[in-house]
């Protein structure tokens, strides 16, 4: 006798049903409310590195942004300034 094997090829929608019956949070407000918590008992941590990490503030989004410098017009930094001084040096000795 062979055994019968049911036909997989259609999806069971009262399976479906039961899941969106759940009514799991999605992912975003799962890890909203984990961050939240997290943050919660970490105010309070004996640990000072921890506790620092919830008045953490991040840097202003422009900070690491730089402007092209304008090699014409703008003034030269110390390094180059050092170097064309000794430059300079150098020029009136020889």
Not at 51 to 74: C, G, S, W
């Amino acid at each position: 006798m062979v055994p019968e094997v049911e036909d997989r090829s259609k999806p069971d929608k009262s399976a479906a049903i039961q899941f969106k019956d759940l009514e799991l949070p999605t992912i975003s407000k799962y890890m909203k409310d984990a961050s939240k918590r997290f943050f919660d008992i970490a105010g309070s941590h004996p640990n000072a590195l921890l506790r620092m990490a919830v008045d953490y503030q991040p840097p202003h989004p422009t900070h690491l942004i730089r402007r092209l410098r304008n090699v014409l017009t703008d003034p030269p930094d110390a390094l180059t300034a050092a170097v064309e001084s000794l430059n300079d040096v150098n020029d009136t000795h020889d």
